[in-house]
């Protein structure tokens, strides 16, 4: 069963598309904004325009939402290959890992201030076969990851307040953007620095000129034409 499943795993992981796709902004598509009513069904409509998913775990206390949790990401994981990337807006992220490892998940990011030694935390998602992020808020500097880099496999950026669902993108997003790409050009790394909040049609040109190489579109998938915006997300690269 573990080989079966960890195939699965490189599968959702390295699984090819269009070479078309591969060029331009990757959208790792957020379900908070799809159907809850009929979460599988609006999952399927958006996977071909989308390089992954990205499921927001909020526990009512680090953020004031309350979303998605382990058996129901265990019930979704039939119904795409794409991989689940979890975004642990919770206190406590630890306690999360084994439990979303398990509903397969492929990717954990969880927020830098929700822990005191995010070392650990980034060792402990790596050590179960995972791959391992950080979020930063807006408030918070780039140089607090200098003792992490090396362990980062996606930056995700925060653009607007942690939990806020439809609030503007910052000004500084951009800016911030950049100094996270610099940084990892420096050191010669591969980290992924995916912008998350505020992502609209007016702000996606800003973030691409930025250097991004994921976006977190929710309603931006899900409102409009997903063929239709991938084809205008192709045209600003």
Known sequence: MAVVRGLGYIVRLFAPLQQEVLLMLKCSTSLWSANLVDLAADMRRVEP?????????????YSPTMLFFPDLVAALRPHSERPF???LMTTGPSAWIEPFAEAGADIIIFCFDAVDDPGAVLDAIKARGLQAGVSLLLEEDIDLLDPYWERLDVLCLLGTKAGIKG??????????????KAEIATRGLQTV??????IRRHT????AEAGADFIVPGSLMFKEDPAEMRAWLASLR
């Open 49 to 61: 325009y989308s390089e992954r998913f990205h499921l927001d775990v909020a526990d009512g206390h």
């Open 85 to 87: 990337e979890m975004h």
């Open 167 to 180: 609030a503007e993108m910052d000004e500084t997003a951009p800016g911030r953007i950049r100094r996270a």
């Open 193 to 198: 620095v995916e912008a998350d909040g505020g």
């Open 204 to 207: 996606v040109p800003k973030i």
